[in-house]
């Protein structure tokens, strides 16, 4: 019998001389659950599909299957096939539990581990600037992406600037080069997600040297023998610079100082 249900067996028994019998007997044949075989573990990465799959049999040939999944990580699906694909948004370890139910409503369950890794972070720049002045206020956008949408909510960006400042923390960044110095940085982008992945995007910047800027002078009158304080303030964008002052004097010697007086 390949299905539950009622049924009526009639038989007849004949002595080969016309003489029959006739007998007739019911038989009810009950429902069997469906069995469940193998339900192996699965691996996979976040943000990828994850191959789940299971082996079923049922006593009952007629009967059709449905496999009700639970992911464990809140979703849920029914198919008609003892296979399906997953996507984790997240990586860890999951518990995926298969309830098996043929047409009379028997079940049968079971469960699988599955073990999600993470992958990294992707970082880039967003249109750097390639050339600046040394004092110039240059801004930073850093980019990221992560396959993980509740990781790529809380990706850390850490910008290093290669000219021995402070490491800068935020996706947008403003940054002075204080001096040109060897006159290129390599400014890297760190991003790292919540599980200690990270990449780093890297951007080549050529810094110029800006000559210093000096004040008006004023013409000065004084009386000859008397001394005379000379005054020539000096700016100069790059603020490590070391500022020097050559005066000359009518047909003096030249005489160098280090301030401005």
Do not use: C
Not at 43 to 65: F, K, N, Y
Not at 108 to 127: M, R, Y
Not at 129 to 141: D, I, S, Y
Not at 238 to 258: I, R, Y
């Amino acid at each position: 019998f390949v299905n539950e249900g009622s049924y009526t067996v009639r038989v007849k028994v004949g002595d080969g001389d016309g003489g029959e019998v006739i007998a007739q007997l019911s038989v009810a044949i009950g429902n069997s659950a469906p069995a469940l075989g193998e339900f192996p573990d699965a691996t996979g990465v976040e943000g990828q599909p994850v191959l789940l799959q299971a082996e079923a049999t049922d006593l009952g040939g007629l009967d059709r299957l449905l496999y009700s999944w639970d992911f464990g990580d809140g979703a849920e699906t029914t198919t008609d096939t003892p296979l399906v694909e997953h996507i984790y948004a997240n990586s860890g370890s999951y518990t995926a539990r298969l309830t098996v139910t043929d047409d009379a409503g028997a079940a049968v369950d079971g469960e699988a581990q599955v073990t999600v890794a993470n992958l990294p972070p992707v970082a880039g720049v967003d249109n750097p600037p390639l050339v600046a002045l040394e004092g110039e206020e240059l801004t930073f956008v850093g980019t990221g992406s992560d396959p993980s949408p509740a990781d790529e909510l809380q990706l850390e960006f850490r910008w290093d600037f290669g000219d021995g400042s402070e490491v800068q923390e935020g996706r947008v960044v403003t940054h002075v080069f204080a001096d040109e110095g060897g006159g290129r940085f390599d400014v890297t982008l760190t991003l790292t997600d919540p599980d200690g992945a990270d990449d780093q995007a890297s951007v080549s910047l050529l810094v110029s040297n800006v000559r210093p800027a000096l004040e008006e002078l004023p013409d000065l009158q004084a009386e000859e023998g008397i001394a005379l304080l000379l005054v020539a303030p000096a700016s100069d964008p790059g603020s490590v610079d070391e500022l020097t002052w050559t005066w000359n004097v009518g047909e003096a010697p030249a005489v160098e100082t280090a301030g401005p007086e």
